[in-house]
T-cell receptor, first 115, second 113 residues
Framework: AQSVTQLGSHVSVSEGALVLLRCNYS??????LFWYVQYPNQGLQLLLK??????LVKGINGFEAEFKKSETSFHLTKPSAHMSDAAEYFC?????????????FGQGTTLQVKP | DTAVSQTPKYLVTQMGNDKSIKCEQN?????MYWYKQDSKKFLKIMFS???????INETVPNRFSPKSPDKAHLNLHINSLELGDSAVYFC????????????FGAGSRLTVL
């Protein structure tokens, strides 16, 4: 069975500092991996996705993530945090296409950005 | 135009009541989902419909009954509401032929008193 683990339920950084949100996955087949962001009282918005092409994936708002098969990781980074980045971030895994399209989510990481 | 819209956004009701949440998508997607987000913000899939056919039912109590009148709509009816049903329910849609990217609605916050 597939699963996702996000290390750190709460991450706090200063404005302008590096953002690093950790995600490790478990999958018996080549996975598709996603990061979603949830702003307060809103739905989830796709930040970026990995679908077996380039291992370094660039997303919206300056975020990027690197797929490392040997470490079963898909960590999310941003060089310089902005106050508007404060939100809940979810890593998710899906089986490759041809099936249900179901996403399995990690438990989420709350990103706090201090001025 | 909202891509995935859910109504109502907030729902407060008493235990034992029956309530429905509606969802519509205008993206032309062939698959729709209901996810439940609990108080700890954990997201778990409940149901999925592909072209009006139920394809995922994740051991959800049978008090929950999804209905898909067409591939653009997926409604969720909940009977005999319990305190533990309080959560945010998210509707989502996607293309199974695509890269499994889901588009989510804004959520419906259900509070059972």
């Amino acid at each position: 069975a597939q699963s996702v683990t996000q290390l750190g339920s709460h991450v706090s950084v200063s404005e302008g500092a590096l953002v690093l949100l950790r995600c490790n996955y478990s999958s018996s087949v080549p996975p598709y991996l996603f990061w979603y962001v949830q702003y307060p009282n809103q739905g989830l918005q796709l930040l970026l996705k990995y679908t077996s092409a380039a291992t370094l994936v660039k997303g919206i708002n300056g975020f990027e993530a690197e797929f490392k098969k040997s470490e079963t990781s898909f960590h999310l980074t941003k060089p310089s945090a902005h106050m508007s980045d404060a939100a809940e971030y979810f890593c998710a895994v899906s089986e490759t296409p041809g099936n249900t399209g179901k996403l399995i989510f990690g438990q989420g990481t709350t990103l706090q950005v201090k001025p | 135009d909202t891509a995935v819209s859910q109504t109502p956004k907030y729902l407060v009701t008493q235990m034992g009541n029956d309530k429905s949440i509606k969802c519509e998508q205008n993206l032309g997607h062939d698959t729709m989902y209901w996810y439940k987000q609990d108080s700890k913000k954990f997201l778990k899939i409940m149901f999925s419909y592909n072209n009006k056919e139920l394809i995922i039912n994740e051991t959800v109590p049978n008090r929950f009954s999804p209905k898909s009148p067409d591939k653009a709509h997926l409604n969720l009816h909940i009977n005999s509401l319990e305190l533990g049903d309080s959560a945010v329910y998210f509707c989502a849609s996607g293309l199974t032929s695509g890269a499994n990217v889901l588009t989510f609605g804004a959520g419906s916050r259900l509070t059972v008193l």
